[in-house]
């Protein structure tokens, strides 16, 4: 790159080629999953205003800190995938290797990288088409509007706000590789259609005897769609009927997106829980864990709300959902690193929801760890939740605290950490902060960590946020503003907050910092996701109540 604002050209583009080189390399290990949730969290990011271009303008050494974000890692890579998928295979390589081989030992731009794809097609213009995606912010959302055989395709910016003023997406327009599958023919490799939304509305035509249209296969393409009231109801029908007649993607893609729809106010949470219904005959690990991810995540803003018969309804609304799935799960080793993924998030949840039997298994397993640690060996993908249990069950804490000032393995000491700052003693909690920000038994650099993961529970989240209001100015002399790890502090201690009074407090709080962090991406960030908490509560609590 040959300054900043092309900082993703390094890191978006490496992170691409990371997904990619394992996937061919280590089939087995199945990165797409993880690049596939990536991208769901990457849309959340840039759903919001506060979201910049790819290739965004820098002039201060703090917003190039902030260039180092989701954005240019995340959203780089996913725009370089649907590139990828929008032409064949032989094309996209032959681009990327012209590029590499052109630029060796050079700085280039994003130019360079278009103009180097450009070579090996003539089906479009690549440069026109990729500079709709890195010089605007945010993405687009298609809606489709269905008349018999007639398909009205409609783009428009999807943008969280609660301004509606703000909302005019009438600038923003983008060359939208628009992919598709339907029930006439449903195999995306031999079925595929692409057509290249370009204006801010088109028309397509499909048989008349065809009951449901899929967009977006796979989730290669970074936009939404919405199908509207009537495209919905067939969608999901198929998903309760048979759902196996779509990938594993395209059901996580459609749960993503009728979340991401209800929080845009365009559909009702009704139809989004009509939708998860399916999900007691889901198996597949990316539809699972997206699914878990957007109802905890309103399972926390209930509970922090303190509405506790409407957040105990809420828990036992996702325990009967995954209660099969749940009890299905071993806990032995397991060999595949997908059905690791999946028990992991299910007995997470399960037993952070005290779901009887998965508090009863990890109980067992920790209490005959604690008697022979050197012999008794827990599946690493279930540490994190036997350490939590046996903290907040067995009176563990000074067994794993222990262990994890013992071990020499990263990764199991993240989980060792991540139990500990799972705790409901506060004073334990309030001691495991203030270590780390003294750097003493726990490093400074797990900080952003144990704050995130304090934040998460009902117990400890107001605590954390008032010692990073008490701590400012130590924590910003630890690490640089506008960093990775600020970014993280501010969100994680406050992206749970639902109330007009902490939307006041965190705007006064980071309003008086001035220079020392008033004017961070992160700030306009949390203030955002908080208002935006605060209309989803106002809009959904009455109707959710209503329909569990």
């Known amino acids: 790159m040959e300054w900043w604002n092309d900082l993703w050209l390094n890191e978006g583009f490496a992170t691409f080629m990371e997904f990619m080189s394992i996937e061919r390399i280590f089939p087995d290990l199945n990165v797409g999953d993880d690049f596939l949730a990536m991208r769901f969290r990457a849309m959340g990011k ?43 295979e032989e094309q996209f390589q032959k681009g990327v290797v012209h590029y590499l081989s052109q630029h060796k030992n050079a700085n280039t731009q994003s130019e360079d990288l278009w103009a ?163 999900l007691v005959n889901e198996t597949s690990t ?107 069950h067995c009176d563990g804490w000074d067994s794993v605290l222990e262990a994890y000032s013992n071990s020499s393995f990263e990764a199991e000491r993240e989980k060792m950490l991540q139990a500990l700052a799972s705790s409901a003693d506060i004073r334990k909690l309030i001691w495991l902060m203030q270590t780390s920000l003294n750097g003493e038994d726990v490093r400074t650099q797990e900080l952003p960590l144990i704050l995130t993961t304090i934040s998460k529970n009902f117990e400890g989240h107001l605590y954390a946020w008032g010692f990073v209001k008490e701590n400012w100015d130590k924590i910003i002399k630890k690490f640089n503003l506008g960093s990775f790890a600020i970014h993280n502090i501010v969100m994680g201690t406050t992206s749970e907050f639902s109330t007009q009074a902490h939307l006041f407090e965190v705007k006064n709080f980071f309003g008086s910092l001035k220079d020392k962090g008033s004017q961070l991406r992160s700030v306009r960030e949390a203030v955002e996701t908080i208002q935006l908490n605060i209309q989803w509560m106002d809009r959904n609590v009455e109707a959710l109540s209503h329909s569990l």
Not at 329 to 344: A, C, D, F, G, H
Not at 366 to 387: C, E, G, H, Q, Y
């Open 116 to 278: 180097s794809m450009s070579q090996f097609t003539k089906k479009a213009n690549i440069t026109e088409l990729m500079k709709s995606w890195t010089l605007q912010k945010g993405f687009p959302l298609v809606t489709v509007t269905r008349n018999g055989t007639k398909m009205t395709l409609q783009q428009e910016r999807f943008l969280l706000s609660v301004d509606n003023s703000s909302s005019s997406s009438s600038s923003y327009l983008w060359q939208v590789p628009l992919t598709s599958i339907n029930s006439s023919c449903s195999n995306a490799s031999s079925c595929k259609s692409v057509i290249l939304l370009k204006e801010q509305s088109a028309t397509i035509y499909v048989p008349e005897e065809v009951q449901w249209v899929k967009f977006n296969i796979d989730m290669e393409g970074f936009y939404m769609v919405h199908y509207g009231e009537d495209g919905w109801r067939d969608l999901i029908i198929l998903l309760k009927s048979n759902h196996s007649a779509l990938s594993y993607q395209d059901r996580a893609s459609l749960i993503s997106d009728i979340f991401g729809l209800a929080r845009l106010g365009k559909v009702s949470i009704q139809q989004v829980l009509n939708l998860t219904c399916y």
């Open 286 to 392: 990316p539809p699972v864990t997206e699914a878990l991810l957007q109802l905890n995540h309103i399972y926390r803003l209930l509970d922090k709300r303190g509405l506790l018969q409407l957040t105990a309804r809420m828990k036992a609304y996702i325990l009967e959902l995954f209660e099969k799935l749940i009890a299905n799960q071993s806990w032995n080793e397991e060999v595949s690193i997908t059905q690791q993924k999946l028990r992991s998030s299910l007995l997470g949840t399960a037993c952070s929801y005290n779901h009887e039997i998965c508090i009863e298994k990890a109980k067992n397993i920790f209490l005959n760890w604690t008697k022979s640690p050197a012999n008794v060996s827990i599946p690493a993908d279930l540490m994190r939740t036997v350490f939590t249990v046996g903290i907040r």
């Open 46 to 88: 840039d759903s919001l205003n506060s979201s910049h271009p790819i290739t965004n303008q820098v002039a201060t050494a703090e917003q190039v800190e902030e260039m180092f974000d989701s954005v240019s890692y995340e959203k780089g890579a996913s725009i370089l995938l649907m590139l990828k998928s929008s032409l064949t």
